[in-house]
């Protein structure tokens, strides 16, 4: 029977998926414990692998001697750097790390070799069997006597052991401050952090022998990164290999790199000829490290009366570890997104990364630009008070309109920032509480921004930055097919919404399928909030490509022109008439003589947002920023100095939100974890040893002692973005730290510029501050006598 | 190392099982039994992604020993759907997105189940302070407490 003499039934109206808080598409395995993490897959016959780790923070290796080991029972592998081709690195022009240390070790903790055993006592036998000889050299474990001038160099290439200088200069900066009419400058510091995700540092390696393939699950939030540094390290054809990223419990920026325990595994499994599964300890998991490094930063602003910034200098040293990682990157940030919160008049950048004999320092959750905000809008709220300007107001005298270029050449195309403003003075009572609450309670604020998506890619390919597949066939079902790696974020179910949206479908009739490079178009990852900008862009192309030939088809079957279609998701009709199709019939139509239908759409940064062509122009740029503005309310005890975080306003421009509920899931988690770098959370180290490689002495704050997070989404409508979308879990993260010493000033007249502000440095301020007054008084009562 | 023959009650059923003698009642439930939903999240007690009830107390699997449970009641999150339909609590987790990565949420859901069965009607304190052994990094907790209170007021 003809579609046409179909009488059309009644169809579910057409469904909008697109700003609807909706659960997540995978939510149901995580609350009822079905959802396989990396460690939760069954493998029954896995081998255990296992990390020896160096005693030494800097040294030559002699002689690592596993003969012995080799001989115990139950142990199928032993390996050493030998065993790996090439070294890695995340960024090509830096790769100077092996996954297991070759000819030097470089810090305190560094895997040296391993060792795959039948089970966890005979590979703790084994590890305890290899015997290693290291010849010690000084080492290094902060920034400045790892830059002096008799220093010994961790990489010979490096002189200084400076990984990266950052020289740039925008605009007429003397001139600016001459100008300006007032000038201040600080200095700050900020000590380093670990991400902490809960999940545990795990992968899964099969070696199969018969045909020399590779298969790893592993916790990535970057496989086609870890694809790539397994083919180099093991010095196999990529071809050979597949990559699968199971449930990821959280990343932060841990795992936006190929990791040395990942392909420890995979060399392992190579070298027992079987499968190695491999489970770092909460220690392993910190030792492992990539995080934000400990930054000593020096900056002078410039002002008009008015509160206009007519100039910025600033100095940024970060103790980067041991190895390049991201580090590059980390310090240009810094530098970059001096611009494009406000408009400045002319900025001054010099960086220094570091290497010391630490743990390797990487991304994490607002990568590079964190610990500069934080010195930033310190200074602005302190320049604010001299020039009797409230913080409000000198923000607003440097506000962007968009479209603008920055100085560096960054694009903003949309900027929200005047709305979060006017939704944080609002909710917080900014005007009417500020200066009038009970002794001891404080009012900060602060703004930040943030990148959706480096607009340059890591590796130049030449391929479009992202590609999304979609799999129509006889069942009516669509499945997605994603590399972009779901770490907890969402993006399996952001790309549902954005199918079903285009489509008005439910999104009942839309399956994910995700990151498994047998089967999905390779993604870059998820790092620098990309995903939602990038993937969700190309999942849209996508799904306007399939709807463009579903449409067709009901056209060619209804003798209609395909304009006259009126799409409505479960059905269709010819505007203006009573004929139509169903969607099951649409798709038999679209499925006669092509069969099953893939569709591909991609989505690649337009060269105009790519930045400059200076060096280290990529770093910075992007498609779209979001902007934050938030406020902070605190509880300070000035005989303990402990802080009590009693509320945050905090409002997101996150372009449009696509999904409220899970934007604001992100935001909540980003601003609290930028309260945590604020007052509680530092490593520490003796000797390069570290102290707090656990959650007990590393403080991340429990539900008892974390504050309500209100926040108001602010939709500026990107021009670029998937329907004006942009990102929502990093920027939110910046400006924390600020508002809440902005709050602790506000309390307690004591400036801190040292993070964390934990109880024993505030007190110490505080008490110094009693000291000088009983002084003044003695002073004074003196000079009365 | 020697092994013994375990006696468990875990949801609802009698599992014996050999174990070493010193085996945590955390790998035998994920070794042992394959109830892999109870996570192990750090070295020993830091961070209560392991929580299940043991006699309805929450209890973290990690620093249990096997042995030392022995007949008693133990429940993970694997007890608390009915026929494949989640819990109310579940659900209200799922909904009000209580989870995002996931993988501290059957601890926490483990623990917020404990309170509930103490105290229907908890104040936002209470809640708080039964989540407080439990370690989030994702949500900073905003949308946890909600899922609990959500769960309150559907029971209600």
Redo the contacts between chains.
Sequence with gaps: MKAEHLPLREAAPPTHSIGTRQPLVDGVEKVSGAAHYTADLPFPNALVGRIGRSTVAHGVIRRIDVTRALALPGVRAVITGQDFAVPYGVIPISQNEWPLARDIVRYRGEPLFAVAAVDAASAAAALAAVSVDIEPLPAYFDAASARASDAVLLHIDKPGNLERTVEQDFGDVDGGFAAADLVMERSFHCAELAHGQIELNASVAQWDVERNQLTVHSVTQVPYYLHLMLAQTLGIDSAAIRVVKPFVGGGFGHRVEPLNFEMVTAALARAAGGTVRLELTREETFLTHRARPDSDIRLKIGLTKSGEITAVDAEVVQRGGAYAGYGLVTILYAGALLHALYRVGAVRFRGYRVYTNLPPCGAMRGHGAVNIRFAFESLLDEMAGELGLDPFALRRANLIAPPYRTLNELQVNSYGLPKCLDAVEHASGWHERRGKLPKGRGLGMACSHYVSGSAKPVHWSGEPHAVVNLKLDFDGGITILTGAADIGQGSNTLLTQVVAEVLLLPMARIRVVATDSALTPKDNGSYSSRVSFMVGNAALNAAQALKRILVEAAARELKADAAAIEWLGERCVVAGSERGMDFAQVVRAALTDAGTLTVKGTWSTPPETQGGKFRGAAVGSTAGFSYTAQVVEVEVDEDTGAVRVLHCWTAHDCGRALNPMAVEGQVQGAVWMGLGQALAEETQYHQGLPLRANFLDYRIATAAESPPIDVTLIESIDPLGPFGAKEASEGGLHSAPPALAAAVCDATGVRMRDLPITPDRLLEVINERRREARRAAARAATAKA | ?TTRLLRLQVNGREQALAARDAATLLEVL?DGL??????????GG??G?CTVLVDGAPRLACITLAASVEDRAIE???S??TQGR?SAL??A??????????????GM?MAAESLLRREPQPSEAQ???A???????????????ESVQAAVETAR
């Design positions: 190392m994920r394959q109830l892999t939903g109870t996570k192990q999240g750090c070295d830091e961070c992604a993970t999150i694997e608390l759907a989640l579940q659900r987790f799922h909904e009000h997105l209580g989870a995002q990565c996931g993988f501290c949420t059957p859901v809640i708080r302070a989540l407080s052994g439990n370690l989030c990094r994702c949500t900073g907790y905003v949308k946890i407490v």
